[in-house]
């Protein structure tokens, strides 16, 4: 059976979209709405006491788009593994 969904063709327009290098992240929640937090820390040792992340991005969506996002990221992670092994 298909859905009109299936039937769609999705067009990708990526002439607004930037870049932003994370090696950071977190994420926080309410009920309507789920953010995800992007950064990079340039702590390169774990004795020092205080680490600095700088933000760069907040995402925020419903947690409907969240949970499709989920199912994306486990997908995408599983095939990585696949070809590259398991991550610790």
Do not use: C
Request: proline share 1%.
């Amino acid at each position: 059976m298909t859905t009109d969904t299936d039937q769609r063709k999705i067009n990708w327009d990526d002439a607004n979209m930037r870049s932003t290098y994370a090696n950071v992240s977190n994420v926080a929640s309410t009920r309507e709405e789920v953010m995800l937090l992007f950064g990079t820390s340039q702590v390169w040792s774990s004795s020092q006491d205080d680490v600095r992340v700088q933000l760069s991005d907040r995402i925020i969506m419903s947690p409907f788009a969240a949970k499709r996002l989920k199912k994306i990221l486990d997908h995408t992670l599983a095939e990585y593994e696949r070809v590259y092994g398991k991550l610790g």
